[in-house]
């Protein structure tokens, strides 16, 4: 009776052998290779030898547990940072600007960027295959903020909030172009959006710009006033003039009435 018992032991043994071979190799057909998607390059890497090489979009195939493909956009993407909490990276996400006078107002931006296909291997290296949202989180959000308060600091609150603005985006491309090109990115555009200025300076500007419309108006009504004044005087130098010319051409009547 033991015997019997014993007896279907081999054989689900030999099954579940079966079932773990099956799906070894499910799994290990599944792991052989990655779909990179439209609009970006991957890299793919091999633990063992350290060797890189990229691959187009499609699928990348790779030696499972042994190769890492990663995938990185060579399409146009933008990264912001916005007061808006539904339009920011989180919450209000604007950067603090501080100004040559120690001043400090939020600024909201945005930048465009892509991976550089030639660079995706140096972009793996840098970053040790992380993802491209971890790579955004930290290295390409902390060197936004570093450049743009670089270039900000050198700059007075009038002209960070004035037309000046542009002089600004301009510096802050360019040299945002020139850290990220290090890593293997290609920043496209940045753009300047709203300024949010502290109540206080909200206030002190509000104040200089009703004193110097108040400084406007009365440089208006004094030139006003000044040019009614030289009206005055011209009007009068015309009647003075015209009642000398009728004087003397009365005076002149009565000398030729006398002689005749």
């Given amino acids: 009776m033991t015997d019997e018992v014993r007896a279907p032991a081999p ?9 773990a071979i099956v799906f070894f190799i499910v799994a290990a057909g599944w792991a052989s290779f990655t779909i990179i998607q ?11 030898s350290g060797a890189l090489k990229t691959v187009g979009q499609g699928v990348a195939w790779r ?6 493909v990663q995938s990185y956009p060579v399409a146009l993407r933008t990264y912001t940072m916005v007061q ?3 339009e920011g990276t989180r919450g209000d996400d604007s950067i603090d600007l501080p100004t040559k006078e120690g001043q400090h107002i939020r600024q909201d931006i945005s930048v465009t960027y892509n991976t550089s296909q030639d660079k995706a291997g140096d972009v793996f290296r840098s970053f040790r295959g992380a993802e491209i949202a971890d790579i955004e989180a930290t290295f390409i959000r902390r060197t936004i903020i570093t450049v743009a308060q670089n270039a900000a600091g050198q700059m007075s609150l009038t ?8 002089q600004l985006q301009e ?8 850290q990220m090109n290090k890593m293997g990115f290609v ?10 200025l502290p109540d206080a300076i909200e206030k002190q500007m509000q104040q200089k710009m009703g004193a110097q419309q108040n400084a406007q108006q009365a440089d208006y009504e004094l030139q006003r006033q000044q040019t009614l004044a030289k009206a005055k005087v011209a009007e009068a130098e015309g009647d003075a003039q015209a009642t000398l010319v009728k004087a003397k051409a ?6 030729l009435l006398q002689e005749a």
């Fill in 159 to 166: 002209d960070l909030i004035s037309n000046q603005r542009g």
């Fill in 11 to 19: 054989a689900a043994l030999a099954s579940g052998l079966v079932f």
């Fill in 84 to 86: 808006r909490s539904e």
């Fill in 250 to 255: 009365q005076a002149e009547a009565n000398r």
């Fill in 171 to 178: 510096h802050i491309q360019e040299d945002l172009q020139v």
């Fill in 187 to 196: 920043v496209d555009k940045v753009n300047l959006g709203a300024s949010h």
């Fill in 38 to 48: 439209p609009g970006n390059v991957g890299v793919v890497f091999n633990r063992w």
């Fill in 63 to 68: 030696i499972p547990w042994i190769t890492q």
